[in-house]
């Protein structure tokens, strides 16, 4: 058409479909995106593959494109198998075991820790500022801590 390699619309129609995941996300038009991709690959190895061949094989692309996304990619995510999103949604409980030293000496049951930066709020034994505790439990946002003892 028009002069261009058949191939080559198929990876402006991969690209076209990627884009409008980035406009209205869900996944779908990833994987329907990734087949047109697929069959700019296969036109290009196999530049006789008729019209009605590569869009019965694009519909059966697409179809197990989806499919995969539905049957193992999704349940993986939605399972939080995933080390990198596990990590970034539970920081605070990367941190049991961990020892840091107060800011803010804790009065009452609640204090401030010194976390990298930052501080975070401690629940704890009172304890005066500059004391060191570790990390022995995490309740949102709050650091469960206990008194290190000195060498």
């Not at 002069?3 to 129609?13: K, Q």
């Not at 989806?66 to 349940?75: D, E, M, S």
């Amino acid at each position: 058409m028009w002069g261009v390699p058949l191939h080559y619309w198929w990876w402006v129609l991969a690209l076209l479909l990627i884009a409008g995941e980035v406009l209205a996300p869900g996944f779908f038009l990833l994987w329907i995106g990734i087949a047109a991709a697929v069959m700019g690959i296969v036109t290009w190895v196999l530049p006789g593959f008729g019209v009605l061949a590569q869009a019965v094989m694009f519909v059966i692309l697409a179809f197990a494109a989806c499919a995969l996304y539905w049957k193992f990619i999704r349940q993986r995510l939605s399972r939080g198998d995933d080390p990198v999103a596990a990590t970034l949604s539970r920081r605070g409980e990367q941190m049991i075991g961990q020892r840091y030293v107060l800011v803010e000496a804790i009065v009452n049951g609640r204090g401030k820790a010194r976390v990298g930066d930052g501080q975070w709020l401690v629940a704890g034994p009172d304890l005066p500022v500059g004391a060191e505790v570790e990390v022995v439990g995490v309740e949102g946002a709050l650091l469960k801590v206990r008194a290190v003892m000195p060498r």
